[in-house]
């Protein structure tokens, strides 16, 4: 009798045990709230991030584009792209230390949209002429929500910009030997991707979510859009979704 007893409070120990685990992995995550340019005069957007199960310390870019495609501002770069200086910037005395490292496969589109060349001949930021503090920030390590005012009133129509990569992202179609001369692609591997909202203030809606347009190039030698995603895989679930509010 006792033993049937012991049995039935070992059962419902682990099934309360079960079912926490399962209320604990259902719970939304609770996300980083990044506030940023909080001085500019023109309308505060706020970028949702909510990362997929790919997510593993991607970098990103958040900007504002014309309906024309021109670049307009930044709202946001992790402080490791805006300054060129990497915490795993080279491996000395066997180990990883921070450095300046040149990356143009990281973030090409942004980069190259952005127009802004550096000593070497790159679009990458350099630690002699980083992007601004207003518009720069940790890398985040989870979900965040980015509160990123414009420096001014916008046009009626234009375009929240996104661009995400994540290091060492292999898969069956871009493999490490694919380009095997070219050290910037292997870091990479598959490409950075591209995502775009479009906004019209004539017609404003609530939220507006981010879908991917493209991928930039594998090692960020030019700053074309690619607009075939068939070969992209794990990169596509980096993200889960990306949403856009215009306050």
């Not at 310390?57 to 770069?77: C, H, K, R, S």
């Amino acid at each position: 009798m006792n033993r049937i007893v012991l049995l039935i409070i070992v059962l419902v120990a682990v099934a309360c045990s079960s079912a926490t685990t399962k209320q604990k992995e259902s719970a939304p995550e609770q996300k980083t709230v990044i506030n940023l340019n909080v001085n500019g005069k023109g309308p505060e957007i706020t970028i949702e991030f909510t990362r997929g199960k790919s997510f593993y310390y991607p970098l990103m870019a958040a900007w504002i584009e014309d309906e024309d495609g021109n670049y307009i501002q930044t709202l946001f770069v992790p402080l490791t792209v805006a300054t060129g200086i990497f915490k795993y910037g080279k491996h000395e005395k066997n180990k990883w230390v921070s450095a300046p490292k040149r990356a143009p496969q990281t973030l090409p589109y942004w980069s190259h949209k952005r127009g802004i060349k550096a000593s070497d001949g790159l679009y990458m930021p350099e630690p002699e002429n980083p992007v601004a503090d207003a518009y720069t920030g940790a890398t985040p390590a989870k979900g965040f929500i980015l509160n990123a005012k414009a420096d001014n009133e916008l046009p009626d129509i234009f375009r929240v910009m996104f661009e995400i990569n994540q290091n060492w992202d292999w898969n069956k179609y871009w493999t490490n030997d694919k380009y095997p001369d070219d050290d910037n692609y292997k870091m990479s591997c598959q490409p950075a991707l591209v995502y775009e909202a479009g906004i019209d203030l004539r017609n404003r809606k609530e939220s507006y979510q981010m879908k991917p347009i493209g991928h930039s190039h594998y090692s960020g030698k030019t700053g074309e859009l690619f607009t075939d995603l068939s070969t992209i895989t794990t990169a596509l679930q980096i993200a889960d979704s990306i949403i856009v509010r215009i306050k």
